[in-house]
């Protein structure tokens, strides 16, 4: 409180519920397309007591594309004064 309360060099407090958690969640959505997949790589690595021995690595891919500032309020409708 004693930095909102502050006269001189007052800040702004933010409170951050359940609303407004899904609005932040929501253009986060709009701003960043999320991609990913999923590659299974087979080894055999020779033999082990006469047996092939064989392993599996899964290799897991995060693709993000974001968009600019400028291409979201594009996509928002932004007024000039709003940018």
Do not use: C, P
Request: no cysteine.
């Amino acid at each position: 409180m004693k930095i909102a309360l502050d006269g001189d060099n007052g800040m702004d407090l933010v409170t951050i519920d359940a609303d407004l958690e899904e609005v932040i969640r929501s253009v986060f959505g709009d701003m960043n397309q999320i991609e990913y997949h999923l590659e299974k790589i087979k080894y055999e690595d020779g033999s082990l007591k006469n047996k092939t021995v064989t392993t599996y690595e899964t290799v897991f891919y995060i693709t993000i594309t974001s968009r600019t500032a400028e291409e979201q309020a594009a996509e928002y409708s932004f007024a000039n004064d709003q940018n």
